[in-house]
């Protein structure tokens, strides 16, 4: 296995009302070269914090990341084009990626400018992207304008924007949360195919755990900034280790049948938890929080082969 982005103890903290609160606190990942990784979690637990701190869109706090081996932590400005060519973001609303006022031939010859491709060879860059995401005859659509496109055919356009300059990496925060039911599945297996005919690295950011089983390997789990559990997505949505991950599967009727454990209740909302100090910070909503949650920090632990939960329920794998 080639390590492809390794990330450990990324930390975001943003000071709020006069004192620091962490939105990420101590994310530690690795990404293969061509596997797909998801993470999952509520609302404001913090993936769409960790993917920009990944993608060096943001700085983190605390924490490295290494691309191919490269630190790339320190990295700013024009020393980062060749990352940024190599890590796309895929937007999560295809109607706020797009400039409204660039034709989509425009949108696509933006990235290969920015990222020095000779002009010569754009319009062979672009017939092949557009083939790709299945936009055919391209130049039905190079002269159109976002608002003439459907929502369907836009977030293949922002597809096509992420591959044009030959990525290794795409991450894809909630990358169909905004479209119509009708319309998921043929946008995601166009990711699933442009990942397996280029040998893309992928990371899926989702609510969805029935989407993330569907297209990641492996899965992490986030609560509060946290990673509760990660392993392998199906062993992880067949076995929960972690209280969360469990409340989570039982929330997702299509996980459920392969559940064998009872739904867990789940008390209270992400307003009642903990937001700093020692303990778990799902011991408020946790059904079988002890004494010891409240003090003890846990750190992600051996708890089966390739996985790991932070919680003192699960035992620690030999
Ligand atoms: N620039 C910022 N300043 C202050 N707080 C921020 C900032 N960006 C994010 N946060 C906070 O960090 C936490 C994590 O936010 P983030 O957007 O990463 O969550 P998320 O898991 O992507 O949520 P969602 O599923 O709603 O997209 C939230 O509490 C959010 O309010
Ligand atoms: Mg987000």
């Not at 992420?162 to 169909?176: F, H, K, N």
């Not at 010891?292 to 708890?303: F, G, K, Y």
């Given at each position: 296995?080639?390590?492809?982005?390794?990330?450990?103890?990324?930390?975001?903290?943003?000071?709020?009302?006069?004192?620091?609160?962490?939105?990420?606190?101590?994310?530690?990942?690795?990404?293969?070269?061509?596997?797909?990784?998801?993470?999952?979690?509520?609302?404001?637990?913090?993936?769409?914090?960790?993917?920009?701190?990944?993608?060096?869109?943001?700085?983190?706090?605390?924490?490295?990341?290494?691309?191919?081996?490269?630190?790339?932590?320190?990295?700013?400005g024009r020393a980062l084009l060749p990352f940024r060519a190599r890590?796309?973001?895929?937007?999560?609303?295809?109607?706020?990626?797009?400039?409204?006022?660039?034709?989509?031939?425009?949108?696509?010859?933006?990235?290969?400018?920015?990222?020095?491709?000779?002009?010569?060879?754009?319009?062979?860059?672009?017939?092949?992207?557009?083939?790709?995401?299945?936009?055919?005859?391209?130049?039905?659509?190079?002269?159109?304008?976002?608002?003439?496109?459907?929502?369907?055919?836009?977030?293949?356009?922002?597809?096509?924007?992420?591959?044009?300059?030959?990525?290794?990496?795409?991450?894809?925060?909630?990358?169909?949360?905004?479209?119509?039911?009708?319309?998921?599945?043929?946008?995601?297996?166009?990711?699933?195919?442009?990942?397996?005919?280029?040998?893309?690295?992928?990371?899926?950011?989702?609510?969805?755990?029935?989407?993330?089983?569907?297209?990641?390997?492996?899965?992490?789990?986030?609560?509060?900034?946290?990673?509760?559990?990660?392993?392998?997505?199906?062993?992880?949505?067949?076995?929960?280790?972690?209280?969360?991950?469990?409340?989570?599967?039982?929330?997702?009727?299509?996980?459920?049948?392969?559940?064998?454990?009872?739904a867990l209740p789940i008390r209270g909302s992400l307003s009642d938890a903990p937001l700093a100090?020692?303990?778990?910070?799902?011991?408020?909503?946790?059904?079988?929080?002890?004494?010891?949650?409240?003090?003890?920090?846990?750190?992600?632990?051996?708890?089966?082969?390739?996985?790991?939960?932070?919680?003192?329920?699960?035992?620690?794998?030999?």
């Amino acid at each position: 296995m080639s390590v492809l982005l390794q990330a450990t103890g990324l930390t975001k903290s943003f000071r709020m009302r006069g004192r620091d609160v962490h939105a990420v606190a101590d994310v530690s990942l690795t990404v293969a070269a061509g596997a797909a990784l998801g993470i999952v979690g509520e609302s404001g637990c913090g993936k769409t914090t960790t993917a920009r701190m990944l993608l060096r869109l943001e700085d983190p706090t605390a924490g490295r990341i290494l691309y191919e081996g490269a630190d790339i932590t320190d990295l700013h400005g024009r020393a980062l084009l060749p990352f940024r060519a190599r890590a796309q973001l895929v937007f999560q609303n295809p109607f706020d990626a797009l400039n409204p006022r660039f034709s989509i031939r425009q949108s696509l010859v933006e990235p290969l400018r920015n990222f020095g491709i000779p002009a010569g060879a754009h319009a062979a860059h672009i017939e092949a992207v557009m083939q790709r995401v299945r936009l055919m005859p391209a130049a039905a659509w190079l002269d159109r304008r976002p608002h003439e496109l459907s929502g369907g055919q836009l977030q293949r356009v922002v597809l096509a924007r992420a591959l044009i300059a030959g990525p290794r990496l795409i991450v894809a925060d909630e990358p169909v949360s905004m479209l119509d039911v009708s319309v998921r599945a043929g946008i995601l297996n166009l990711l699933r195919e442009a990942r397996d005919s280029l040998g893309l690295a992928a990371i899926y950011i989702s609510h969805d755990l029935a989407l993330i089983r569907y297209v990641c390997e492996r899965t992490m789990v986030m609560y509060l900034g946290r990673v509760v559990e990660e392993g392998p997505t199906a062993a992880l949505i067949a076995t929960p280790a972690h209280p969360y991950t469990a409340a989570l599967v039982a929330a997702v009727p299509v996980a459920r049948v392969e559940q064998n454990r009872a739904a867990l209740p789940i008390r209270g909302s992400l307003s009642d938890a903990p937001l700093a100090g020692p303990g778990c910070a799902f011991r408020t909503r946790c059904p079988y929080a002890m004494p010891r949650c409240e003090t003890e920090t846990l750190a992600l632990r051996d708890v089966a082969p390739g996985r790991r939960a932070a919680c003192h329920l699960v035992g620690v794998a030999s």
